[in-house]
């Protein structure tokens, strides 16, 4: 089966499709099963439920957070509540607890955990769809179970990479592939044009018809961007303290 374990919808600040459109698009592409863990938004078990009931593929509730322009991005598989820890260790020990799946994404880009493995993530996203220039680079040199996902922020961007794994279409056999290193990445990076194709209907969309809920989605960043910058300072204040 084909699995996209990474796609955003517009439940992100940064994405303009309807889950309900990413998922039959990624069902007309030949995917069966895709993860949506938008950013800093949980997508719930009863969310994925029902969005798996209507198009028939297997739905993945998650999350991707860390702050979506300055610190490096996790990803939480089939968990089933909203983590807000601002410590990578703390957040990896939620997923745990959670029997969730921990990911890496995009691991050698300014937003990803290179050190992944060090660190304990579950797995790696070998593959990124929207990175193309880190991809090639490196895949997954620390070889911890992989995954792959298009990262996909509108309709244009689906399709082009996926995951290969051979195994009872469930939620929990999917999760489980992964945890086993049951998967392999497939397919390519996102074509140039249809990468470029997000940004007129980002603008469009999010930015020229609901002008109030940019403005205070931007807000929300900058006001994220501040009480990370708070932090860190803070730990180097502490460091130098002691
Ligand atoms: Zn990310
Ligand atoms: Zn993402």
Not at 172 to 181: A, Y
Request: net charge positive.
């Amino acid at each position: 089966m084909k699995v996209d374990f990474h796609v955003h919808t517009r439940r992100s600040v940064d994405a303009v499709h309807s889950p309900r459109k990413m998922v039959k698009k990624a069902r007309d592409a030949g995917i069966n099963a895709i993860a949506i863990p938008d950013h800093s938004r949980l997508f719930s078990t009863s969310e994925a439920q029902r969005l798996s009931r209507e198009s028939g593929l297997v739905v993945i509730p998650g999350i991707e957070g860390g702050n979506i322009a300055v610190r490096r991005h996790w990803i939480a598989l089939g968990i089933d509540r909203q983590i807000t820890d601002t410590r990578t260790d703390l957040v990896l020990e939620s997923i745990l607890q959670d029997s969730g799946v921990s990911v890496a994404p995009h691991p050698h880009s300014q937003l990803g955990y290179g050190n992944y493995a060090g660190l304990g993530f579950d797995a790696v996203e070998s593959l990124d769809g929207s990175e193309p220039g880190s991809n090639k680079q490196v895949m997954n040199i620390h070889r911890i179970p992989e995954v792959a996902g298009s990262d996909s922020h509108a309709l244009s961007m689906l399709g082009f990479c996926w995951t290969e794994v051979n195994v009872d279409e469930t939620l929990q056999s999917v999760l489980e592939s992964v945890r086993r290193g049951l998967c392999r990445h497939a397919g390519s990076t996102v074509p140039f044009f249809d990468l470029f194709c997000f940004y007129p209907l980002y603008i469009r969309d999010r930015i020229l018809r609901q002008p109030v809920a940019a403005l205070s989605a931007a807000r929300q960043v900058i006001r994220d961007v501040c009480r990370v910058r708070a932090y860190e300072s803070s730990c180097r204040n502490c460091r130098m303290s002691t």
